[in-house]
């Protein structure tokens, strides 16, 4: 039995998600709030990374929501949590997760620099 097929696994990625986002935007609302704003590099950096995760974290968050409502689970078994969504709904989901977290891994990346 794997992690996605209990309530742990459809709980706690909304939890998580929901965290890192709010997390993501309080950063945001503090380099705009900010005397310097986006004149330095570490700060648009910062931003781009911010941005990057919420688009992460929200797809993240949003678990088995956009799973469509007919998914026919043949050999992975029964996935925890509502189904509400369809495969237009789905593909936006997973866009989103893997353009957020590889593109905020590179942003890292480059404030490592």
Not at 9 to 31: C, E, K, M, N, Q
Not at 40 to 55: E, F, G, K, N, Q
């Amino acid at each position: 039995m794997t992690i996605f097929l209990d309530s742990f696994g459809a709980i706690v990625p909304r939890i998580t998600g929901g965290i890192s986002a709010t997390s993501s935007s309080l950063i945001i609302y503090i380099i705009i709030r900010s005397e310097k704003k986006l004149s330095t590099i570490y700060h648009r950096l910062m931003l781009a990374i911010s941005i990057t995760d919420i688009l992460g974290s929200v797809a993240m968050g949003l678990t088995s929501l956009p799973m469509p409502k007919d998914y026919y689970p043949h050999q992975y078994g029964q996935w925890a949590g509502a189904r509400l969504g369809n495969t237009q709904t789905c593909e936006a989901q997973g866009f989103f997760f893997v353009f957020g977290v590889t593109t905020m891994f590179g942003y890292n990346a480059m404030l490592c620099v």
